[in-house]
């Protein structure tokens, strides 16, 4: 059975860091890409960055690049966020997600397993 367990959530002021932590099992971590997503309330899902199989890539979202850091460690099968330099527009409830394959799907549709969200409040 696939299963994804967030953690790192919480809150915090505006300038300040957190990092997320997405544990996975239930299938072989390397062979997958894993994607960070948030949620804000009245607003759509949005991806925040994705790392390949293997971490052999990264993507991030715009709003995010150059505070945001995604990262592996295989032997424990748990992909990080790290979040710097946070704003009250980030605040939302993270979701990461396993892809169906290798590399990062363009779409939220190409994520076959959902975590259950952990909130990231940022106060200004």
């Known amino acids: 059975e696939v299963q994804l367990v967030e953690s790192g959530g919480g809150l915090v002021q505006a300038g300040g860091s957190l990092r997320l932590s997405c544990a996975a099992s239930?299938?072989?971590?390397?062979?997958?890409?894993i994607g960070w997503f948030r949620q804000a309330p009245g607003k759509e899902r949005e991806v925040v960055s994705c790392i390949s199989g293997r971490g052999s890539s990264t993507s991030y979202a715009d709003s995010v690049k150059g505070r945001f850091t995604i990262s592996s460690d295989n032997a424990k099968n748990t992909v990080y966020l790290q979040m710097n330099s946070l704003k009250p527009e980030d605040t939302a409830v993270y979701y990461c997600?396993?892809?169906?394959?290798?590399?990062?799907?363009?779409?939220?549709?190409?994520?076959?397993?959902w975590g259950q969200g952990t909130q990231v409040t940022v106060s200004s």
């Open positions: 997600a396993v892809d169906q394959g290798y590399y990062c799907s363009d779409y939220l549709w190409g994520y076959a397993y």
């Open positions: 239930g299938f072989t971590f390397d062979d997958y890409a």
